[in-house]
Every structure is written in C-alpha cells, then in structure tokens.
C-alpha cells in the first residue's frame, strides 16, 4: 500500500513538473518568435543601413555579458567558454567538428574592446582584482594584446566574439573602454543552418528533430537565430 501511494506522489509530482517545463518551452517559443520578428522588422526598414541590426544584435548580447559580470562579483559560479559557445550552436556534440571556411593563419581580425561584442567569461576575483587595478590607461598601463594569452572565436555572420582565454584581462579593457585583440579563429554559423536550430529552449537537428542541446544563456540561441536571417538576407556583420 505505501509503495501504491509513494509512486502515486511521484507521477503527480512528475507530470506538475513536466508540465510547467511545457508551458516554460511554450514561453520561450513565443519570445524566440518576437525577437526574431522585431530583427526583420528592422533589417526591412533600414535596408542596408547594418548599424540599426547590429545594436539590437550586441544589446542581446550584452545581457549575457553583464549577467556574467554581476555572477563574478557575487562570487557564484562562472558558465564557463564552453557552454556560451554550445549557447551559440558551436561545438554541440553531434556537430563537433570546427568546419569553417574563414578559419586560419592567412586570416586575422582586429576586435575593438569598445565597438565589438565580446563575452567573456571571467571566474577569478582575486585574478580580477588584480587586472583592474593594474591595466588601463589610469594605470600607465594600456592594455595591450597578448597573442599568447588571448584566445577568441568570431561568430559571423553576427559579429559577435566568444573569449576562452585572456577573460580577467580583456573584460578590463571592456569596463575601460580600452584596447584591441586580434583573432584568426572564426566561425561561420551559415554552416549549420541546414543542420540545426533553435526553438526557444533546446538546439534540434532539422532532419529529425533530435534535441541536441537545452541553452543556459536564452539570448545567446535567440542570437543564432537572428543570423539565420542575416544570412537570408546576405548581411554580415562584421
């Protein structure tokens, strides 16, 4: 009788929650469609005028880097590089392979800390400490790009630039308005969208709908998403 009543509980319990996921999965779908609606609205309006696009694009963005700023002042774990960059549909593990046709040593970009998105992901807060107070042009000393120690992807067609290493520095470039990195790893996201999309909540394949991955950073899907109409419309953002 109380193993009856025990496995009762627990499928009242699992199907409250397996509906609350529903209707969770229902409200991203719906924010999904109107942030992506709104980007065409304004691709529509501006024609080929990219500034109006690429600001509603890094203001997107910029919520996820600030909500990883606040994360490292408050002491809470920091998601690291690899889970804004399977946010972003990069390096999901059916789709692992680096394939792009922009990456290599006969490329580079120049990122300006203060035009460009970059997210980094900075954990440490004695590391950060440490930077801010010395880095920056109030402190005699400007930062300055370490090819070594600064490591990055760019994502186009968005123009957006995912940081793996280098995070305590570049984000006090970031915060002082200061500073360039150089990068030759880019990545196109025209190449997967064939392959994959996102529906609010998780990546799937297109071919059979297979969930591939549930996003931690909301915007940074909706991001993807708005380079698939990049794409259509043959812009590039950076």
């Given at each position: ?178 500073g360039k990195i150089k990068t030759n790893n880019a990545f196109d996201l025209r190449n997967k969208y064939n392959q994959i999309r996102f ?40």
């Amino acid at each position: 009788m109380f193993n009856f009543l025990e496995r009762k509980r627990n499928k009242i319990i699992d199907d409250i929650y397996k509906k609350e996921e529903l209707e969770k999965e229902k409200e991203n779908a719906i924010k999904l469609e109107s942030i992506i609606d709104l980007a065409k609205k304004i691709i529509k309006e501006e024609g080929r005028n990219l500034l109006p696009i690429k600001v509603y694009i890094d203001s997107i963005g910029e919520s996820v880097r600030q909500r990883y700023i606040l994360k490292l002042y408050c002491g809470e774990k920091v998601i690291m590089a690899a889970d804004l960059f399977e946010d972003l549909g990069f390096r999901l593990k059916k789709y692992f392979s680096e394939d792009t046709s922009r990456e290599g040593d006969e490329y580079e970009y120049e990122i300006c800390l203060n035009k460009h998105l970059i997210i980094p992901a900075a954990w440490n807060k004695d590391r950060f400490v440490s930077n801010v107070t010395k880095i920056g042009r109030d402190c005699n000393n400007p930062f300055s790009y370490d090819f070594i120690n600064h490591m990055s992807y760019l994502f186009f067609p968005i123009g957006i630039v995912i940081l793996y290493n280098g995070n305590h520095s570049v984000l006090t470039g970031i915060l002082k308005n200061e500073g360039k990195i150089k990068t030759n790893n880019a990545f196109d996201l025209r190449n997967k969208y064939n392959q994959i999309r996102f529906d609010g909540t998780y990546y799937r394949e297109i071919e059979t709908d297979e969930i591939l991955h549930k996003v931690k950073n909301f915007e940074l899907g909706a991001i993807f998403e708005i380079g698939r109409v990049l794409a259509e419309n043959n812009i590039d953002l950076f």
